[in-house]
């Protein structure tokens, strides 16, 4: 019988969907394990890039399924946005209709590669049974003083009079129509997450199983500092200019100052200023820029006129306009210490600024500033400040402490900790996303939307065209109600929330998916979660993450849950790549596949013969690389797709796809199954016939161990190459003539068993025609005997010198008598140590002998 997947895969497909294999009682008793890979959003084409996270998170699954744990793996949509709303833009069709075709293709996609979830907890972010409880969430936030509105600036088109997304931002101009995009400032919602900074930042050092990486990723967007807050006067205005700064001990070395364009007191700093309308045009460009491009445009400024006083020396400096200081840091203003920052060296050459270093190694004396070529930075612990009056002398340590004592004595600023991450905006002047249950009445001002009225739901017949502004504004049937309060004429909120909401919280609401009375079932959610691995890409490592770090702690102080960390182990899948062709000619533009072919071993544009320039990188529609699953799985199987995902490089790395090592996958998986076939038309006892099965006894024992420790670490490559070692040597006992049916069936089965998380469907056949019944899904993991893993015989290097002189092998367990007789013994080894004298002998057991001669 010939290995057919098209016949296999959606049999067994079928047999699981029927079976309800995947859906658990959560109410049950058994070994909980709460598996879940990240909240997706339904884009509809999945390539086997994005295949790679959902493949891997399913071997995980299936693993621990066999290893007796009861696993839940749950799977929703991350289903409002932005995304959503472009494509039905551009095809003139509902969101929502959008949304649910992508739905539909993307489960039938799972399910081609054989992934199991459990669909009786399936969520959708945008059906109003599940932003229900956002709202429900909001209300209580906004009951704790932690949902607010205030003002945030927003990109906005003045032709299609619209807001737009920081994505829809293209040069400075709206992507649709290309008009020049303004900065308006707008009153919104924010959620307080920094009155949980500390609580976040703590908290990291608990999750020793998260990756290092994503944790310092996290920590620097809370970004907590340690300094002090100073207040630099400025004589001709009659008020001081606060700073922040965490080394206060250089403030001898600050001779200029540089605020944000957006500090409040620009204007009266630039009021009398000759160059102030030109000052002002400049403030405005900046201020249209991003906080990435205002970092990556190169440091600019702009001198106010004005000067402020250094409250230790007593100098008088200038105070400077930079595009590099933001409001959102510190006070938006700096005290600039060209001497020891690289940023202020370089602001302060730009700028033919004065600098002064203040702090050196051990108090040597200071560098000429005339011939510094960068800041002189001093980081190890010998540094000691110099050239600044009572801190002279003073180790940093020290001098931080003296000074900022100093500072508050004379009442010019106090000790301060302050952070680097803002309140979350999570208003979104956009039609697909949760509606904000608030109501603004004229007579009681802002009102919440009573709770027995939730949920406030999304029209669904609004006029949507992407332009003038959100639909949902322009709804009567929507704005128009009445005051929960007074009863009188009212307008409802028309900012929907940003769908980080939506994913902040979904991983409680899946073990109780369908209460309609509460959120989620507390009992539960504290028996399931936190979530005991949690998988997905390592572009969610900040935001998504923290947010969702960030609600949970919220509601562990309203009494909702015993847990303040959401996902106790997190693993990040790195992306697979593909290579790519552009064309030079036609302005490095990515050339589509079909129109490539190969001349003298090059990649040539067809028709116009221009040479192309292969570049390899994601996986994406725009550069034409994507490689489509249901092609692959026409051909090859869902199986071949999966072992060769796994198979293609340890799955936190990147890994560049490969058309022939699927070809590879599929061979092996071909071997599998003759071997299958042959043990089927077998026929014997149990004889060993003329070939001991005890060697590939041995290998099948060490297989399990291996492949078991490897699958735990997620080793997955590993693990099938330890598999197919195993199959190697099942095929040599057979094409030896061995015929010991039993032992033959013992290691073939725990073949079968050990790659079902990996190839699921050619397993469960097998398992089947083997005779066994029930899915091998639910067979238990098989067990490592340690006795029968050990080696009849032991191979160890021998060293004359340090150097491979050769191999001996030895019965096991060997001995330091037996291992050197046998080096006695070897011709080969002899001819290197023969005529000289033997110095000394070292013996590594079991390993390595190194003999020194001379």
């Known amino acids: 019988m010939q290995y057919d997947p098209k016949q296999i895969e959606p049999k067994w497909q079928a047999r699981w969907a029927e079976a309800k294999v995947a859906e658990v009682d959560v109410t049950a008793p058994g070994d909980k394990f709460y598996m879940l890979n990240m909240f997706p959003y339904p884009s509809g084409d999945l390539h086997v890039g994005h295949g790679r996270n959902y493949i891997l998170g399913d071997a995980l699954y299936r693993f621990f399924r066999m290893q007796g744990r009861v696993a839940l793996n749950p799977m929703g949509w991350d289903a409002f946005g932005l995304p959503a709303e472009n494509a039905a833009i551009k095809r003139g069709i509902h969101p929502r209709e959008w949304t649910q075709g992508n739905i539909a293709r993307e489960k039938k996609q799972f399910e081609r590669w054989g992934i199991l979830y459990d669909w009786s907890k399936e969520l959708a972010s945008c059906d109003p049974e599940y932003y229900r409880w956002n709202q429900w969430l909001f209300l209580k936030l906004y009951e704790r003083g932690l949902a607010y509105r205030g003002k945030a600036p927003v990109n906005w088109c003045p032709s299609d ?74 004589p001709s205005l009659h008020k001081s200019l606060r700073i922040f700064t965490t080394r206060p001990d250089t403030i001898y070395g600050a001779t200029f100052m540089v605020l944000a364009p957006e500090h409040p007191d620009v204007a009266a700093l630039v009021a009398d200023n000759p160059q102030r309308a030109e000052i002002q045009k400049w403030i405005e460009g900046v201020k249209n820029q991003s906080n990435l491009e205002r970092q990556e445009a190169g440091k600019e400024g702009r001198f106010t006129g ?44 730009q700028y033919d600024l004065p600098v002064r270093v203040v702090v050196t190694p051990g108090g040597t004396p200071a560098p000429s500033p005339a011939e510094m070529a960068e800041a002189f930075v001093v980081k190890d612990e010998s540094a000691v400040s110099v050239n600044s009056g009572s801190l002279s002398g003073l180790a940093t340590p020290k001098a931080i402490e003296t000074v900022i004592g100093e500072i508050e004595s004379r009442g010019i600023g106090r000790r301060m900790v302050r952070y680097r991450l803002r309140d979350w905006l999570i208003s979104r002047q956009r039609y697909w996303g949760t509606p904000i249950p608030m109501v603004y009445c004229e007579v009681c001002g802002i009102v919440p939307v009573a709770e027995s009225q939730l949920p406030v739901e999304l029209p669904l017949d609004v006029p949507f065209t992407g332009r003038e502004g959100n639909p949902l504004a322009k709804d009567p049937r929507f704005v128009n109600t009445t005051c929960p309060k007074c009863g009188a004429a009212a307008r409802r909120e028309t900012d929907t929330m940003d769908t980080f909401v939506d994913s902040s919280w979904y991983y409680c609401r899946f073990i109780t998916p369908r209460d309609q009375t509460k959120i989620f079932d507390s009992r539960l ?73 190969w001349r003298d071993e090059k990649p040539v544009r067809k028709g116009s013969g221009h040479e192309l320039v292969a570049e390899v990188g994601k996986m994406s529609k725009s550069r034409f690389n994507v490689v489509p699953p249901d092609e692959l799985i026409e051909r090859y199987g869902a199986d071949t797709e999966r072992v060769y995902t796994l198979f293609i490089a340890p799955p936190e790395q990147e890994a560049a796809w490969s058309d022939d090592g699927v070809v590879g996958a599929s061979r092996f998986l071909n071997r599998v199954w003759h071997l299958g076939q042959q043990l089927l038309e077998m026929s014997g006892s149990g004889d060993a016939g003329p070939v001991s099965s005890d060697r590939m006894i041995r290998k099948m024992h060490q297989t399990i161990d291996a492949v078991t420790a490897r699958m735990q670490r997620f080793q997955f490559n590993t693990a099938i190459s330890a598999l197919m070692e195993l199959s190697n040597a099942i095929g040599e006992y057979v094409s030896a003539g061995g015929r010991d049916t039993k032992a033959l069936r013992v290691a073939y089965t725990a073949l079968l068993q050990m790659l079902h998380p990996l190839a699921p469907h050619i397993t469960e056949e097998m398992w089947e025609l083997l005779g066994n019944g029930g899915f091998i899904l639910v067979a238990p993991w098989p067990v490592a005997d340690p006795a029968l893993m050990l080696e009849d015989v032991v191979t160890i290097a021998v060293q ?29 080894i002899q001819q290197w140590v023969t005529g000289k004298q033997v110095v000394k002998r070292i013996y590594v057991p079991g390993k390595l002998v190194n003999m020194v001669v001379k």
């Open 161 to 234: 009079q619209t807001v737009l997304a920081n994505e829809q931002v293209v040069d400075g101009r709206c992507e649709r129509c290309g008009s020049e995009v303004v900065q308006r400032e707008l009153e919104q919602w924010f959620f307080k997450i920094t009155d949980y900074a500390d609580r976040l930042d703590d908290g990291l050092d608990m999750l020793d199983q998260w990756p290092e990486k994503v944790k310092l990723m996290q920590r620097n967007w809370i970004g907590r500092s340690i300094g002090a807050d100073v207040d630099f006067e400025v």
């Open 306 to 349: 004005k000067t402020a006083t250094n409250p230790f020396t007593g100098e008088q400096i200038p105070i400077w306009l930079g595009n590099f200081v933001l409001m959102q840091y510190g006070t938006g203003a700096i005290m600039a210490v060209p001497g020891h920052d690289q940023r202020d060296f370089e602001f302060a050459r």
């Open 525 to 597: 959610v504290n028996r399931w979660l936190p979530v005991d691995q949690y998988i997905g890409g390592i572009e969610h490592a900040i935001l998504h993450l923290l947010y969702a770090r960030f609600i949970t702690r919220t509601l562990h102080d309203m009494g909702l849950v015993e847990f303040e960390e959401p996902f106790q182990r997190l693993f990040n899948q790195g992306m697979i790549t593909k290579e790519g062709y552009r064309d030079p000619s036609e302005n490095m533009s990515w050339v589509a596949l079909n129109e490539v072919e």
């Open 800 to 828: 004359v010198n340090g150097k491979l002189r050769g191999q001996i092998e030895v019965a096991a367990p060997p001995t330091e008598e037996s291992v050197f007789a046998a080096v006695n013994a070897s011709e080969k």
